[in-house]
């Protein structure tokens, strides 16, 4: 397994950008697909984007897809989201998670990273 590390949250208004950053420890992480997933209080874990092993493949929610990037550096074991024109309605706990293939399941995903905030004001 990866242990995972993400930073980059803050506090931010509507329309502005936040890019965060997963960083991961361990073994062969170019191995692993990576997952980017947002929990808002009182809802569920959502899927956001996702990345596969090599970086040439990815996937979004529809409401983040044209705003949102997500790209990894296998080099230095990292892991990237990109995020422009946030709504206040995004507004959540944002994790990235490692599984060995890529999905949009969180149940797909072994390791987890302890989340970081993101509260976009209006």
């Known amino acids: 397994q990866v242990q995972l590390i993400e930073s980059g949250g803050g506090l931010v208004q509507a329309g502005d950008s936040l890019r965060l950053s997963c960083a991961a420890s361990?073994?062969?992480?170019?191995?692993?697909?990576v997952g980017w997933f947002r929990q808002a209080p009182g809802k569920e874990r959502e899927f956001v984007a996702g990345?596969?092993?090599?970086?040439?493949?990815?996937s979004y929610v529809n409401s983040v897809a044209g705003r949102f990037t997500i790209s990894r550096d296998n080099a230095k074991n990292a892991v990237y989201l990109q995020m422009n024109s946030l709504k206040p309605e995004e507004t959540a706990v944002y994790y990235c998670?490692?599984?060995?293939?890529?999905?949009?399941?969180?149940?797909?995903?072994?390791?987890w990273g302890q989340g970081t905030q993101v509260t976009v004001s209006s």
């Open positions: 998670a490692a599984g060995l293939r890529a999905s949009i399941f969180a149940s797909d995903f072994g390791s």
């Open positions: 361990g073994r062969q992480f170019s191995s692993y697909a």
């Open positions: 990345i596969n092993r090599s970086g040439g493949g990815t």
